[in-house]
C-alpha cells in the first residue's frame, strides 16, 4: 500500500511542531515519494522519507522517519461483574482482567466516582498496564439496599477511550440482627 504526506512542506520553529496528514496515494505521479508500507510482515512499520531545511545551512538534511501503528485498545475480561448474593453487612469479591494488546503502555482510570458499595485494588480504580501485560484487579461490593441491584461503571484510558464495564449483586437482609449495640451476657 502507498500513501501519501500532506502538506509537501512545512516549517516549524524550535520547540514547535508540525503536523502532517497521510491519505492514500493515487497512480501515477503522486505515488512517488509516498510514504511506503509492506503488507508482508506481521508487524507494519512505516517508513516517511523527510528533507529538513535549517536556515543558514545550504543543503537541506534527510532523513527518515520510521513508525509503527498500534491500537489503543483494552480487553476487560469479564465484561459484566456478578457478585452474587450477598447480604448488607458483607461483601463479595470478583477479579477482572484487564490486558494491554498493544505496542504502547496504557494507563486507565475507573474514575473518582465509583458506584456505592464498590472498591477496587490495587491502586483504588486507577493503573497503568504494560504492552502485552494482563493486570487482576479485585473488585469488592458491599450493597447499600436490599434487592437486586445493577450498576455501571467506565474504563477510560489517557488516548481517550473508554470501556463500560455492567455490575450486579442482589442484597439480603442479614440472617443474624441485633436490635441493640450492647449485649449483656449473664456470668
Do not use: W
Request: include cysteine; charged fraction near 15%; aromatic fraction near 6%.
Amino acid at each position: 500500500a502507498k500513501f501519501v504526506v500532506a502538506p509537501d512542506a512545512g516549517s516549524a520553529a524550535a520547540a514547535a511542531a508540525a503536523a502532517a496528514d497521510r491519505a492514500a496515494a493515487a497512480d501515477g505521479a503522486a505515488a512517488e515519494g509516498a510514504v511506503t508500507h509492506d503488507d508482508t510482515q506481521r508487524e507494519a512499520v512505516f517508513e516517511v522519507p523527510l528533507l529538513v531545511s535549517v536556515p543558514g545551512q545550504t543543503r537541506p538534511v534527510p532523513f527518515t522517519v520510521r513508525f509503527q501503528p498500534t491500537s489503543t485498545d483494552l480487553i476487560l475480561v469479564p465484561s459484566t461483574l456478578d457478585f452474587g448474593r450477598v447480604p448488607l453487612s458483607e461483601q463479595a469479591g470478583t477479579f477482572l482482567s484487564i490486558t494491554n494488546p498493544s505496542k504502547l503502555p496504557q494507563t486507565f482510570s475507573f474514575g473518582a466516582q465509583l458506584p456505592l458499595g464498590l472498591s477496587i485494588t490495587p491502586g483504588g480504580g486507577y493503573g497503568s498496564v504494560l504492552p502485552g501485560e494482563t493486570l487482576r484487579l479485585l473488585l469488592e461490593f458491599q450493597p447499600p439496599i436490599l434487592g437486586v441491584q445493577f450498576f455501571g461503571m467506565a474504563c477510560r484510558t489517557l488516548a481517550g477511550r473508554m470501556f463500560k464495564l455492567q455490575g450486579k449483586c442482589k442484597g439480603l437482609q442479614p440472617d443474624v440482627q441485633l436490635s441493640h449495640n450492647t449485649v449483656k451476657v449473664g456470668s
